[in-house]
């Protein structure tokens, strides 16, 4: 499903080269649940960018289903991040002048869905993650865990393969980011893939492969194909 060979990201500042990523490559497979990790600048969030079509590599190529999409157009890009990605933030990124179904609508909106199927799917979706009786909530109204909740209905509105989460857990307590790792895990026995972004080991080992990155490189690759 998504495969990575040599991947290097370069940024200038000033008069400096800083290389975000130095050579990156590993393949994943449909249906994994993998967590990458590393400290702060060992260029996660980078690699996270590219996986989800927000950012393109300077070099090496990015292959997802089968088709190379580093030369595509942005209007192209923001295809694929509609349909085949769903995203999960920290922060959550809900809409707070939006109910909780309009938010978990969004997606489908630009998916130019009817107003009909959106509030049919989007309730459903929301009842899927227990908030069925939240519907009309704002982001105001909800606790951190069922704004991440909604999120992640969101996230799963076009009924994308991949579920990219970056720091799924960060803003919340203990107790509810544990029943959101469970709620992840849960989509991935369904068939989701999952790609997961932490700096904490202790999240990353709710993932069944977890990918280390240090510097710009693969260090450490449970599922094997570490580079230097």
């Known amino acids: ?8 990201k370069y940024y200038k500042m000033g008069d400096n080269i800083v290389r975000a990523l130095d050579g990156i490559s590993f393949e994943m497979a449909t249906g994994e649940f993998v967590a990458i990790v590393g400290p ?3 260029g996660k969030s980078t690699l996270m960018n590219i996986i989800g079509c927000l950012d393109v590599a300077t070099e090496g190529e990015y292959v997802l289903n089968g088709i190379p999409i580093r030369n595509y157009r942005e209007a ?14 920290q922060q959550f990124n809900l809409l707070t002048h939006l109910t909780a179904e309009e938010n978990v609508e ?3 909106v630009y998916a130019r869905q009817p107003r009909g199927r959106r509030r049919e799917c989007s309730r459903a979706l929301l ?10 909530h704002k982001p105001s109204e909800l606790s951190g865990g069922q704004q991440q909740r909604v999120s992640i209905a969101r996230a799963l509105a076009n009924d994308p393969a991949i579920i990219l989460a970056d720091e799924p857990t960060g803003a919340l307590d203990s107790k509810t980011g544990e029943e959101v790792l469970q709620l992840l895990q849960h989509l991935n026995e369904g068939g989701k893939t999952i790609v997961m972004i932490t ?10 492969r977890i990918i280390t990155l ?4 693969v260090v450490s690759d449970t599922g094997g194909g570490a580079n230097a």
Do not use: C, E, W, Y
């Open 1 to 8: 499903m998504i495969t990575l060979n040599g991947i290097k």
């Open 40 to 42: 702060s600048g060992s």
């Open 76 to 89: 192209q890009l923001a295809d694929i991040r509609n349909r085949q990605i769903g995203f999960v933030f």
């Open 106 to 108: 969004v997606p489908l």
């Open 127 to 136: 009842a899927s993650v227990g908030l069925g009786g939240r519907v009309k």
């Open 199 to 208: 700096h904490d080991p202790k999240i990353a080992a709710h993932a069944k």
């Open 214 to 217: 240090s510097d710009g490189v």
